[in-house]
Structures are given as C-alpha cells and as structure tokens.
C-alpha cells in the first residue's frame, strides 16, 4: 500500500489476514550458461514470457528476476507455486541463452557493468540514492506470513529479531564479491545495509508508533512511500502480512522451503504467545547489532548472544534446539517435513560453505556459479 504526502496524516489501516498464510518471493541471478558471468537478460525474458506475467517480475538490475507466489496456505503449497514458475523461466531461458543462479551475491560479476531496468520507479531511486543504489548488486529470500492485527504484527516482530541470526546463518551464501573472499558468510547483509531504510528494524512500542512513523517520513520527504523502508523485518499492512527480508536467496528449492517453514512456525509460535498474554522475550537494540554482525561474519559458526545478561551459544547447537521446540507447530501447520530439513544444512553445510568448498577444490569462481546454478536446476526438476 503506498501513501502518498497528501494524505501522510492519515492512518495506516492494516488489512486483517485470518490465517497465516504465506506469500514468497525470490531474486535470482541471471548468468550466461557458458561463461558464468552475469547477463543482462530481464528484458529478453519479460519479453516471452509477458511483462505483465503475474509471478515472474523485474529487478532493480536487468541481471536480476524475481520470482513470486500467490497468497498459499502452507510451505508445499507455496514450494509448488515456485516450481511451476520456475520451469517457465528455465524453459524461456533455454531459449534465450540464459541461466540462473541462487545466491545472495554473485563472486565475479560487477555492478557498475550492470543496466538499470528501464523502469521509472528504478531509475528515480537510482537519482535519489546514488551510489549506495548503484552497487546493489544483491539477491534476497522474502517471506510474507499473514497477521490478524497491526498490533499483532509489531509485537511479533519485535520478538522476531532474536531470531535473524538463525535465519541468517542458515541462508547465507554470499561469500564471494568482486573476484574475492570477503571473510564473510553474508556479504549481501552489509551491501544492503548502505541504503538508508535497510537493516536491522527500529524496536517500536504498538501498531500507533509505527503508523507515526512511516507518516513522519512521508512527510518530511525521506520515502514516498512504505516501500521505501526495507527492514529486515516489515509490516506490510496492504498485505496484511509480516514480511521477513533478512535472507540471503537459498541455493535450491529444498532449503528454500526449510527457511520458509522456519519462518512460518516461529510467527505463528510468538503470535500464539501474544494472543495467550504471555511474555514475549525481546533482546536489547545493542545484543540484537552483535548478534547480526556475528552471523554475517561467521554464518553458523557464530555464538549469539542469548539473553540480556551477555550469556551466549553456539548456533549450530541452538538451532537444533529450536527446531524440536517448533516440531509441534510445524506439524499443526503441516511443514514439519520441510523444517526438519534444517537438518541437512546444518549437517551438509549453507551454501556459503558448499561455495567455498567448490572453489577450494576447483580455484575457479565460474565453478562456483556453475555449481550452485546446477544446485537450483537440479532442485526445481
């Protein structure tokens, strides 16, 4: 929903969702099956399959598409609802030369190579901004799940962001940028992190706040409209949903559908908690910056910090835990299968460890791309 500065006064309302259903969307690159480089081909493919295809869309980058769901009830619905999509891109991009790519940064291609999409919206953020816009070069996972209130939605989100260290670590696979190792599991968080409403969200007391705020910054001209604010957690009130943005985009369909599930079950656990009254843990601003760096840095290596006290853990031994505590969740909501494979990764490595696996063995970054390309064809079948 935008809102415009004439009407910045005016309230916010937030579209009801009664279940929690979902709604993902996905960025992928766009390579060249030979090369591995990226290629400009957004255009080349809205051109066959439709520019006003309701699933397949353009990204700020002509080297970027995004692939969308419907509203659906559960994780295989909406995994089903990406595949079909996805066999139409792969089938349009065998046509036209094109493959494609799941990860949050590409280890070689070069923003200032890449065309802006010609499209009004693209271009006037790319005038506004400037270079931080410019360099964008970042490919995400969101995640909408349906919330019955606006109230609901902040204080869930504000207990949410203890939990994007977990979510993080699990996506991460943005290790390579410009022909290097960054030293980093997601170098796509600290990119994005350089626009001015990116990163970690503002901790706001109800549903009130949040309307004064995104009013405030109409007003005074710093957003035109509540698109413009990308949290890594964000109310979307024309959706009616919360809509988690912190991961990197997953390398197959399969992890894909485990963050999802993860997503799903702990909204759906911290709003029962809400409804039930009961109190929701929240971390300070400072803990939740650290824990953030800490898994941008060490992916799920990192130790977190738990509690308001300074006491810490290990990621790979707090997921697990976490898992079993939502095993009865995801099994109400019908993706205990798909939040078990949590497992996998953690036992077979996120992609920013298969991808610095590949390179060590191969020392080639085309290598790297070609393998986690095959990863997501191989995955959507």
């Known amino acids: 929903m935008d809102l415009s500065a004439a009407d910045a006064l005016a309230p916010i309302p937030f579209t009801s ?9 996905i960025e992928l690159q766009i390579v060249d099956p030979v090369t591995f480089n990226l290629k400009q081909g957004s255009v080349a493919l809205l051109d066959r399959l439709g520019h006003d295809h309701p699933k397949v869309k353009q990204e700020l980058t002509q080297s970027t598409i995004e692939v969308i769901t419907g509203i659906c009830d559960n994780v295989e619905g909406a995994v089903d609802d990406l595949r079909g999509s996805l066999r139409e891109v792969f089938t349009a991009g065998d046509d036209l030369g094109l493959t494609f790519s799941g990860a949050g940064t590409h280890p070689f291609g070069q923003w200032r190579d890449q065309k802006i999409f010609p499209n009004d919206r693209y271009q006037a953020l790319v005038d506004k901004i400037q270079w931080p816009a410019r ?10 799940v349906g919330l019955s209130s606006g109230e609901k939605a902040i204080a869930v989100s504000n207990a949410l962001a203890s939990y994007l260290p977990h979510l993080l670590a699990l996506s991460a696979s943005s290790p390579f940028v410009d022909f290097e190792d960054t030293g980093l599991a997601s170098t796509r968080s600290k990119i994005f992190e350089g626009m001015p409403t990116a990163g970690l969200p503002y901790r706001l007391a109800n549903y009130g706040e949040f309307q004064q705020f995104m009013n405030t910054l109409v007003r005074a001209k710093a957003i035109e409209s509540i698109r413009e604010i990308w949290w ?8 009616g949903t919360l809509e988690i943005r912190i991961c990197d985009t997953p390398s197959t369909l399969t992890e894909l559908a485990s963050l999802v599930a993860l997503v799903q079950c702990l909204v ?3 709003g029962d908690r809400y409804e039930n009254g009961a109190p929701l ?18 992916g799920l290596d990192a130790d977190v910090i738990c509690d308001n006290d300074g006491d810490h853990a290990a990621l ?7 898992i079993a505590r939502l095993e009865p969740v995801a099994e109400r909501l019908g993706c205990l299968d798909e939040l078990r494979g949590l497992h996998t990764t953690l036992d077979g490595g996120a992609s920013y460890e298969r991808q610095r696996r ?7 970054l085309p290598d790297v791309v070609a393998s986690i390309a095959a990863e997501l064809r191989e995955s959507v079948g």
Do not use: C, M
């Open 232 to 239: 890594d957690i964000r109310p979307h009130p024309g959706f």
């Open 268 to 270: 759906v656990a911290l």
């Open 316 to 322: 790979r031994a707090q997921i697990p835990d976490l």
């Open 358 to 364: 590949t390179f060590e063995q191969t020392k080639r």
């Open 135 to 144: 360099r964008l070069l970042i490919y995400g996972l969101h995640v909408h």
């Open 281 to 298: 843990n929240i971390l300070n601003p400072w803990i939740l910056r650290e824990n953030k760096w800490r898994a941008v840095r060490h």
């Open 17 to 25: 969702s009664p279940k929690p259903t979902l709604g993902v969307e």
